[in-house]
């Protein structure tokens, strides 16, 4: 079993900048691929961003790409997600998760976090 605690949500202007963090119990933390996923009300999941278990792999939507960035600190047991040049329509719940491998697909994740909020203003 893994837990997973998102932070760092928040409401923020256009153009701005937040970072979110991810952190997982148990001692297995580097074994798993991270992702970050969004979902705004009405809307379907959507794929953020992924990260693989050593962190030298990632992928992002391309909606984010150039503007995120996925990481991770093994040894805190940490995954973040820096999202800059902010977007009102980048409002969404904001979670991660943890699967076996690195993949866009919410279905592919095992674990996931309660989410946290952003909210862009424009």
């Known amino acids: 079993q893994v837990h997973l605690v998102e932070a760092g949500g928040g409401m923020v202007q256009a153009g701005g900048s937040l970072r979110l963090s991810c952190t997982a119990s148990?001692?297995?933390?580097?074994?798993?691929?991270m992702g970050w996923f969004r979902q705004a009300p009405g809307k379907e999941r959507e794929f953020v961003a992924a990260?693989?278990?050593?962190?030298?792999?990632?992928d992002y939507a391309d909606s984010v790409k150039g503007r995120f960035t996925i990481s991770r600190d093994n040894f805190k047991n940490t995954v973040y997600l820096q999202m800059n040049s902010l977007e009102p329509e980048d409002t969404a719940t904001y979670l991660c998760a943890s699967s076996r491998y690195m993949t866009f697909i919410a279905g592919g994740y095992d674990y996931w976090g309660q989410g946290t909020q952003v909210t862009v203003s424009s």
């Open positions: 148990g001692p297995t933390f580097s074994n798993y691929a």
């Open positions: 990260i693989n278990y050593r962190g030298v792999s990632t």
